[in-house]
């Protein structure tokens, strides 16, 4: 069936990186931008980055601009988002989710991973 | 501090009807399209209207959507015990530093 599974979260130091992932199946990767959203225990949901269908286009929230990056590796349907220098209020669950429109870039997604949990903490 | 801002609870009667509001700008909700999510504690988002008045399939006609100038609302008619959950407004925002955004959030308590 359509669906995203993310992994990578852990616990880790402020300053660390790490990199999470999202697996895609059962659609066509390559047709449909992914948005990265986070959200703080307790707390909303956070706009981080999104990635065109192609990887050509990107773009980052103010709060991540400089420290995060987004790629995707379409044979191997797979997005990454690269963090580096994390902070404590990076602490968060990390969504990818798929946008419903393939030529759009706006974050109406239609198909969510299950989440996984980054925390940043000494 | 959410670009959009939305209030933090709304409460009503099985049965009834209520509105959730979401206020913007002209950067974003002004000229660009709003989506509804539906969260559950512990879960997934679930898209409940794009487009500012689209539902995708499967979401029950309950649910409405619409826009008008920099401010958009979701109406969700003959409540349920079921529709206690969080609801959260989305779109674009085209100004120098484009990205996406989202409410703060609002809390449902169906009483």
New interface residues.
Partial sequence: QVQLVESGGDVVQPGRSLRLSCVASGFTFSSYAI?W?RQAPGK????V??VSYDGNNK????SV?GRFTISRDNPKNTLYLLMNSLRPEDTAVY?C?RV??PAA??????I????TTVTVSS | Q?VLTQPPSVSAAPGQKVTISCSGSSSNIGI??V?W?Q?FPGT????LI??NDKR?SGIPDRFSGSKSGTSATLDITGLQTADEA?Y?C???DSRL?????????TKLTVV
């Avoid at chain 2, 997934?44 to 898209?47: Q, R």
């Fill in positions: 948005h959203v909303g949901l956070e706009w980055a999104v773009y980052f929230a103010d601009k969504y989710a419903l429109v870039l706006s974050p109406a997604c239609d969510w991973g299950q989440g | 959410s660009n399209y989506s999510y969260q997934a988002p679930k898209l794009y487009d995708p969080d959260y989305g779109t674009w530093t484009t990205g996406g955004v989202f409410g703060g959030g």
